[in-house]
T-cell receptor, first 114, second 116 residues
């Protein structure tokens, strides 16, 4: 089954403790991205990657890192989480970047930083 | 510059009545437009998309949207609401970048309530 898988689905952590949210897709998509969803703001893009070893900042990259060592994986890293990073996070992937096509979303990761 | 404005944060309809969720956008180029739906505690699911083909786009679950370039609108409609349509809906605009990637902007969302 074609899917985007995020782990964990729920995470509570303390301020400053490094964490990683994993994202994996099995559709051989080149384009992957991370979003955060906050009430009244919709989804805002954090980082995106057009291919292996190619990443770029989205609209709200501060406090986040990503890596794209393999095509299927695109982990989101919070080196020193803060309470303002409490949010619902979505990973998404899309086919080749020269096509206007829809994104496939993971189920989301609800992160709480206390 | 891109932007997406969903004109209503909440819409409430009775079951069996029409649904209208409004979306206006701005884009520098020739955008693609999408509507996604998010049910409670679920991920996002594509409802429909416009990519410079027919301006009236039909999607899943009886939804459709019309691309009106002169009005820069992409409103989502359904003739008859069902209880299962209660969810949050996102209008999305996507532009191809000169670098070869694309820039995607989400609207703030419209929460649809359906009354029995």
């Amino acid at each position: 089954e074609a899917q985007v898988t995020q782990n964990p689905r729920y995470l509570i952590t303390v301020t400053g403790k490094k964490l990683t949210v994993t994202c994996s897709q099995n559709m051989n998509h080149e384009y992957m991205s991370w979003y955060r969803q906050d009430p009244g703001l919709g989804l805002r893009q954090i980082y995106y990657s057009m291919n292996v070893e190619v990443t770029d900042k989205g609209d709200v990259p501060e406090g986040y890192k990503v890596s794209r060592k393999e095509k299927r994986n695109f982990p989101l890293i919070l080196e020193s989480p803060s309470p303002n990073q409490t949010s619902l996070y979505f990973c998404a992937s899309s086919p080749p970047t020269n096509e206007h096509t829809e994104a496939f979303f993971g189920q989301g990761t609800r992160l709480t930083v206390v | 510059a891109q932007s997406v404005t969903q004109l209503d944060s909440h819409v409430s309809v009775s079951e069996g009545t029409p649904v209208l969720l409004r979306c206006n956008y701005s884009s520098s180029y020739s955008p693609s437009l999408f509507w996604y739906v998010q049910h409670p505690n679920k991920g996002l699911q594509l409802l429909l998309k416009y990519t410079s083909a027919a301006t009236l786009v039909k999607g899943i679950n009886g939804f459709e949207a019309e691309f009106k370039k002169s009005e820069t609108s992409f409103h989502l409609t359904k003739p008859s609401a069902h209880m299962s349509d209660a969810a949050e809906y996102f209008c999305v605009v996507s532009d191809l970048l000169y670098t070869g990637g694309f820039k995607t902007i989400f609207g703030a969302g419209t929460r649809l309530f359906v009354k029995a």
